[in-house]
DNA sequence: CGCCCCATGTAAGACGTTACATGATTGA
DNA sequence: TCAATCATGTAACGTCTTACATGGGGCG
């Protein structure tokens, strides 16, 4: 397999393409009109993640002549495309995701049953329940250690992330009762 | 005034070393150790941010000989790079701070009654406030429109942020009555 | 004609990552 | 003496930001 790395934009990229073949230009509205991560609708960001997804494979863009526009090049996944896209979906939730960037685990977890399944998001929630679980005790912690030593605003701010663990844990579970109640409904 | 650009690791750099003057080494040390806003340890990143701040006068580096060590340089803030710092967390949030940049509210925060005292922390917080407020009714509204198009887990993480907003803002709130209940305590 | 929207791109620079290099001291 | 730890740094590389460039089409 391809085991080149893919920033967070070129994965945001491929779930959009999976869902709708598009242009560069159409990807820079969706991310400037919707908050889907923050990624930059800047030209600069996305015609380059553009050509490095194509020169991986992963994409293949066809130039659309017929309407009287300038030149318009609509992008699809390739069977290589889709399959980075499942295997980055579809991978266990690690205590490194969790640290560094749950945003990113948000972004699988949207695409994940467009792409993957309603089973794959499933299996991905469960893994972030237990991964969320293994991390908290360490936070706490590291909170009690914090908070006879920091000042104030310091050990609050801890509080502000371990209230919002509590609440994402609290989300996985209720997305995971949404999936268990009405299992139907695959797309 | 300097307004050179800083990144959020510059601003981490400055809070740390008011708190503590300290070497490079001190600095990777507690990146490592402690779940601070996750910025990286590694020498790659913070030594060249130490020459950033060094070239822009906002810290001061003195080499320490006196130990049997090895050469062992101490930063200190200078009275502009306090003044920074200052300027950065008692700076208004704005909605592109929201959108773009939660963790480094928080890092502001957390240095903010050590570096701007309890005053400035409760601005922040009432800012903080008010800001979430605002942009909370968009959020909503963008909610309700992709609920109908949009799959099952896109609209759950969706979701997802808009639990996380609501639990940031009642810890707004909390930490705002924590700052009045026992007002007295500054540093 | 001038202006704005569509649509694509490039160039320069800043920042972070990974990996490597260096050298001194301490302890087995 | 060999390894680990302290302590600092550099080099190559990739990506993002900001700003600029280009050019067709519709509209007043």
Redesign the interface.
């Known amino acids: 397999m391809n085991t080149a790395k893919i920033p967070s934009l070129g994965y945001a990229i491929l779930g959009l393409l999976h869902g709708k073949p598009s242009s560069g230009y159409d990807l820079r509205k969706i991310f400037a009109s919707?908050?889907l991560g923050?990624y930059s609708d800047s030209p600069g960001a996305i015609y380059p993640a553009l050509q490095r997804l194509e020169r991986q494979g992963l994409i293949r863009g066809t130039i659309e002549e017929s309407s009287g526009l300038r030149r318009r090049q609509i992008f699809r996944l390739t069977r290589e495309g889709l399959a980075a896209l499942k295997h980055w979906i579809t991978r266990p939730v690690t205590r490194d995701d969790l640290?560094?960037s749950t945003p990113e685990i948000?972004?699988r977890?949207?695409?994940?049953?467009?792409t993957a399944g309603?089973a794959a998001?499933v299996a991905l929630l469960e893994s972030l329940e237990s991964a969320l679980q293994a991390h908290f005790p360490a936070?706490k912690k590291?909170y009690e250690g914090l908070k006879s030593v920091a000042?104030?605003?310091?050990w609050?701010?801890?509080?502000?992330?371990i209230?919002?663990t509590e609440?994402?844990l609290?989300?996985t579970r209720h997305?995971i009762r949404?999936?268990r109640h009405h299992k139907g409904?695959m797309?």
Chains 1, 2 share one sequence.
Do not use: I, K, V
């Open positions: 919707t908050s923050t640290e560094h948000m972004l977890f949207a695409f994940s049953e467009g309603a998001s936070l590291e000042p104030r605003s310091g609050l701010a801890f509080d502000c992330g209230r919002q609440c994402l609290r989300w997305a949404t999936y409904g797309s």
